[in-house]
């Protein structure tokens, strides 16, 4: 007689997508992709696919796309406070499970929840919240805007609760984030900004510079002091370089006897010291800027991010940004104090297919929003591309970048 205990486990799940194939080496033609639970086990030219075990594959799990229709890894934004009217800087629990369950489903399988300035009281009980997601594996980890930010640079930061860079503070907010905070936005011109890095870089914790007012040569010390921290303590969990918030907004703009910290990011992206966000949503920059921007650093030193809040994925209308009233018009989101650009209402395949629109190859575009954020977050044995062994995260969409199904962890999420 035997017990429930002896019988042996059902076999993983298996599922096989035909058609182009967006992989790491490039766009695979006549493709396959091969997933058993909840990896990827091949990704590849289907006439080189003999892995043993898909002889029999349920026909239900065989899917043969239309012309046109293209397979593209799940992708990654390390930028994101919400969407389909959850936010995650107001550090509630369901308006933050919210946020994620329609960003996975639109296409996002890998995020972290970005808070933005407020006392310190909000963001200890906020990333406790998201510490405690990130746990359960709905999020990659959290990202903290603030709150040590520039006033003149402030964009829809809440001044009244921007701070010069307080390392006690920042040690308590570490200490809440139970190893869950992977980034922190800062503005390098202020005083203590230094200490800032060096705390930053000693927790594996990827220092990002932005809504800052700094000069040219400031903003490349910081980089450089950030690049050599993550370096220097060896963390597994970072790509070792810094990056910049999204790059041209919430900074001066680049002029030519004043360039700025601008004309510093893009030199440190261009020689892979650090990767710039760009929020190519038609809002926060000309698509002639996002062309630009590939052109000159290449897509291996770009992540292209939503910068959403929660009106992503829904109608015009009043939100708020943690603390702040917001108004969405025509989808663009603006704070009602200041009239400033409040974050962004588009997913982050909106992102890439309005990147792709700007005159960006798909491949380069993909690679930005998956492979690129995944090694930011020290995650790329695990998600950001289609090969074998990474999660089975991955998007079918149409030959014009519309969503048709979501993968994530090889569950069907629509």
Aim: net charge negative.
């Amino acid at each position: 007689m035997t017990s429930p205990h002896d019988a042996a486990a059902p076999a993983p799940a298996k599922k096989l997508i035909h058609g182009s194939i967006a992989t790491d080496r490039g766009i695979v033609q006549d493709g396959l992709l091969a997933v058993s639970g909840d990896r990827i086990v091949y990704a590849g030219r289907a006439d080189h696919f003999d892995e043993p075990g898909f002889e029999d594959v349920d026909a239900a799990n065989v899917i043969s796309l239309p012309a046109g229709h293209h397979v593209l890894p799940g992708l990654v934004d390390v930028h994101n406070h919400g969407g389909n009217g959850g936010d995650f800087p107001s550090g509630d629990e369901s308006s933050a499970r919210k946020a994620i369950d329609f960003l996975h489903r639109a296409g996002t399988t890998t995020l972290l929840a970005s808070m933005v300035t407020a006392s310190p009281e909000d963001l200890l009980a906020g990333i406790g919240v998201h510490a405690k997601l990130t746990g359960e594996g709905l999020l990659a980890g959290i990202h903290l805007e603030g709150p040590f930010l520039s006033h003149a640079r402030c964009g829809a930061q809440n001044p009244a609760f921007l701070l010069d860079p307080d390392v006690e503070l920042a040690a308590r907010l570490i200490e809440a984030g139970q190893g869950h905070i992977a980034t922190m936005t800062y503005a390098p011109e202020l005083p203590g900004a230094d200490e800032l890095v060096d705390l930053l870089t000693s927790h594996g914790i990827t220092p990002s510079v932005g809504h800052t007012a700094c000069d040219t040569r400031t903003a490349w010390d910081s980089l450089e002091q950030a690049r050599e921290g993550l370096d220097s303590t060896g963390f597994d969990g970072t790509s070792g370089r810094p990056t910049v918030t999204h790059l041209f907004n919430g900074m001066p703009p680049l002029h030519h006897r004043s360039p700025g910290p601008v004309a510093a990011c893009l030199r440190a992206a261009a020689a892979g010291h650090a990767a710039v966000e760009l929020v190519a949503d038609n809002t926060h920059l000309d698509p002639e800027t996002v062309k630009m921007v590939f052109s000159l650093v290449g897509a291996g030193n770009i992540l292209l991010v939503t910068d959403s809040m929660a009106a992503a994925g829904l109608a015009d209308g009043q939100y708020m940004l943690g603390p702040s009233p917001v108004t969405v018009t025509k989808g663009v989101a603006t704070l009602d104090a200041t009239g400033s650009i409040a974050g962004g209402t588009a997913t982050l395949l909106d992102v890439v297919r309005r990147t792709v629109q700007a005159g960006v190859k798909l491949h380069d575009a993909v690679l930005s929003a998956s492979a690129v954020p995944a090694a930011v977050l020290g995650l790329t044995d695990e998600v950001g591309a289609l090969r074998r062994g990474l999660r089975a995260d991955a998007l079918v969409v149409d030959s014009e970048l519309g969503l048709k199904r979501v993968l994530r962890a090889g569950t069907w999420l629509n």
